[in-house]
C-alpha cells in the first residue's frame, strides 16, 4: 500500500502566503517525478508545478514567480510554497507522485486526498 497525504491548506488573505506538504508513505522502492495540481469548482484538474527526482521543476504559467516546489527525497516529501496569492488561486490542491514498489518495474501515478486553499478578503 501507498498513500499521499497533502496539509498546510488553509484560508487567507489577498497576498498571503501559504506552504503546502504532501508526504508519501508505504512500501515505497523509489520516487521518480512529484507534483501538484489544483481543481476550482467547475474547472478539470489542472498541472500547477512539477519536479522531478533530480530537481528539474515545470511551473504553470499562472504561478511562475510567485510559487516554488520543492522536494526532501529523504523524507519522501514535496512542498509548494505559495506567495503572493491571488483569489483565483482559490482551489483544492492535490499531490501526485511516480511511485516504484519492490519486486515491480514500472512507476505508477498516486494521488492524495488533496487540500483546500481559499483566498478572499
Known amino acids: 500500500q501507498v498513500q499521499l497525504v497533502e496539509s498546510g491548506g488553509g484560508l487567507v488573505q489577498p497576498g498571503g502566503s501559504l506552504r503546502l506538504s504532501c508526504v508519501a508513505s508505504?512500501?515505497?522502492?523509489?520516487?521518480?517525478?512529484m507534483g501538484w495540481y489544483c481543481q476550482a469548482p467547475g474547472k478539470q484538474r489542472e498541472l500547477v508545478a512539477t519536479i522531478t527526482s533530480g530537481g528539474s521543476t515545470v511551473y504553470a504559467d499562472s504561478v511562475k514567480g510567485r510559487f516554488t516546489i520543492s522536494r526532501d527525497n529523504a523524507k519522501n516529501t514535496v512542498y509548494l510554497q505559495m506567495n503572493s496569492l491571488k483569489p483565483e488561486d482559490t482551489a483544492v490542491y492535490y499531490c501526485?507522485?511516480?511511485?516504484?514498489?519492490?519486486?515491480?518495474?514500472?512507476?505508477?501515478?498516486?494521488w492524495g486526498q488533496g487540500t483546500q486553499v481559499t483566498v478572499s478578503s
Open positions: 508505504g512500501n515505497i522502492f523509489s520516487i521518480n517525478a
Open positions: 501526485k507522485a511516480g511511485i516504484r514498489q519492490p519486486g515491480r518495474t514500472a512507476f505508477y501515478d498516486y
